[in-house]
């Protein structure tokens, strides 16, 4: 998901250790909402993610990275993910 209704949605499920949400962050702020050409997409993905975890669920991210990122904005966007979002699990 994009996460854009994720926050509108989340009373009709129950968190289970067998299911995770699974969340596309393309890059920091500037990043992913150039990725997909829309702002504000970002910050409505973090808070849903937040909000996810804070109700106990399990939250994964999908990042796809470019030719155009640098291995330092790569791991900026992955310590984000992990130090600060904590969520369970990354796929690159």
């Keep these: 998901t994009n ?3 994720l926050r509108k949605k989340l009373d009709k499920f129950t968190p289970s250790r067998y299911f995770a949400f699974a969340v596309h962050i393309d890059g920091l702020r500037e990043r992913h909402d150039e ?8 910050d409505e993905a973090v808070a849903a ?3 996810a ?3 106990g669920f399990r939250v ?4 796809t990275f470019f030719n155009t990122d640098t ?3 790569i ?4 310590n984000y993910l992990n130090d600060d979002l904590k969520v369970d699990e990354m796929m690159i």
């Design 3 to 5: 996460a854009m209704l």
């Design 35 to 42: 990725s997909v050409a829309k702002e504000g997409v970002f």
């Design 49 to 51: 993610i937040k909000e």
């Design 53 to 55: 975890k804070r109700r």
């Design 60 to 63: 994964t991210t999908n990042s």
């Design 71 to 73: 291995p330092q904005t």
């Design 75 to 78: 791991v900026e966007v992955l």
